[in-house]
């Protein structure tokens, strides 16, 4: 599985950013994709997970402002930052965990993409 981020950059507080990413290959297999940052100095922290059934599961840092939304026939995770604020600089990953079955028993695997920054300014 590939994972392609795409939607980062400069706003100022108070404004809005929207992330994609779109994860190519054995698609079916996944079956939790969401978002994780990382700011300097910090450990990376969870921002939102959705399940193939459209669960979410959202740190409490951005509950309430952002929003996670998939497509599962195309593969891609679409993350709304509405409300920014300086403190969600960092450098966002997007994330897949998907689980292989087979007759020998379960396999579970975590990707990453490269990355991209949201700098917000206050």
């Known amino acids: 599985v590939q994972l392609v981020e795409s939607g980062g950059g400069l706003v100022q507080a108070g404004g809005s950013l929207r992330l994609s990413c779109v994860a190519s290959?054995?698609?079916?297999?996944?079956?939790?994709m969401g978002w994780y940052r990382q700011a300097p100095g910090n450990e990376r922290e969870l921002v939102a997970g959705?399940?193939?059934?459209?669960?979410?599961n959202y740190g409490d840092s951005v509950k309430g402002r952002f929003t996670l939304s998939r497509d599962n026939v195309k593969g891609t995770v679409y993350l709304q930052m509405d409300s920014l604020k300086p403190e969600d600089t960092a450098v966002y990953y997007c994330?897949?965990?998907?689980?292989?079955?087979?007759?020998?028993?379960?396999?579970?695997?975590?990707?990453w993409g490269q990355g991209t920054q949201v700098t917000v300014s206050s």
């Open positions: 994330h897949a965990h998907s689980v292989v079955r087979t007759i020998e028993g379960k396999s579970e695997f975590d990707y």
């Open positions: 290959g054995r698609i079916e297999n996944i079956n939790v």
């Open positions: 959705i399940t193939n059934g459209g669960s979410t």
